[in-house]
């Protein structure tokens, strides 16, 4: 299984952000101009760029279209990318915009029935499910959605395992207690994520703070990773990211 590294754009009301913890009213702003940002990334020797529509996620409705646009055009990035994905209508909007992969998150929680058809309608490439997850006291991985702000009674591990048996190949997870906090990434969750769905290609996700944390969830068995603030704030770069 190859290993892909995601370099991570959020967008908040145009700007490149970060939220820690997913939280909006913890925002960290790295510029004004997106474009410059991915062009960098590309520049570096990145294929695959992460896109996160932030207003969207809070919202619904799709927003970032003209910029995906202008990425493929300029860039020649593949891109993955999702916020306020609600409808098929939305899947298709972003595909025809020139995305690779339309990320779902809430939805994939509170309608897999519906996200599952998707994956029959599109393919299995075209779309990854983010089941971004919090431990509870509990022990068991649960699975926060509108934005982080309300949990929903359905599990990581029942849901996993439902997608892996509809078809699903990717699967974005990112432990929320980690995301935006340079603490390092979980590899507990990966190795239980590998063991409970094999057939999964993973894509780490929340904590990542230096190469060594690329590594280790390459050996953990995870499929990519997602780079956020690491890549923003240059505690490692993409080209060494990418060496690994």
Known sequence: MAFTVYPAIDIRHGRVVRLAQGD?????????????????????????????????????????????ARIRADTGL????????????????????????????????????????????????????????????????????????????????????????????HLLSTDIARDGMLSGPNLDLYAHLKALVPTLDVQASGGV????????AKAQGCGGIVLGRALLEGRLGVAEALAC
Do not use: C, K, M, N
Request: aromatic fraction near 6%; avoid cysteine; hydrophobic fraction near 40%.
């Open 78 to 169: 593949r891109v993955q990318t999702g916020g306020g994905v609600r409808t098929e209508d939305d899947v298709r909007r972003i595909l025809d915009a020139g995305a690779e992969r339309v990320v779902v998150g809430s939805l994939a929680v509170r309608e897999p029935a519906q996200v599952l058809e998707w994956i029959e309608t599109f393919g299995a490439e075209r779309i990854t499910v983010a089941l971004d997850t919090r431990q509870g006291r509990d022990g068991v991985w649960h699975l926060p959605v509108h934005g982080w702000t309300e949990t929903a009674d359905a599990t990581l591990d029942v849901l996993a395992v439902r997608y892996a048996q509809g078809g699903l190949r």
């Open 209 to 216: 703070r230096e190469l060594a944390d690329v590594r280790a």
């Open 24 to 68: 909006y009213a913890q925002e960290t702003r790295y510029g004004d101009d997106p474009l410059v940002q991915i062009e960098a990334y590309a520049d570096a020797g990145a294929e695959w760029l992460h896109l996160v529509d932030l207003d969207a996620a809070r919202e619904g409705g799709y927003t970032l279209a003209p910029l995906l």
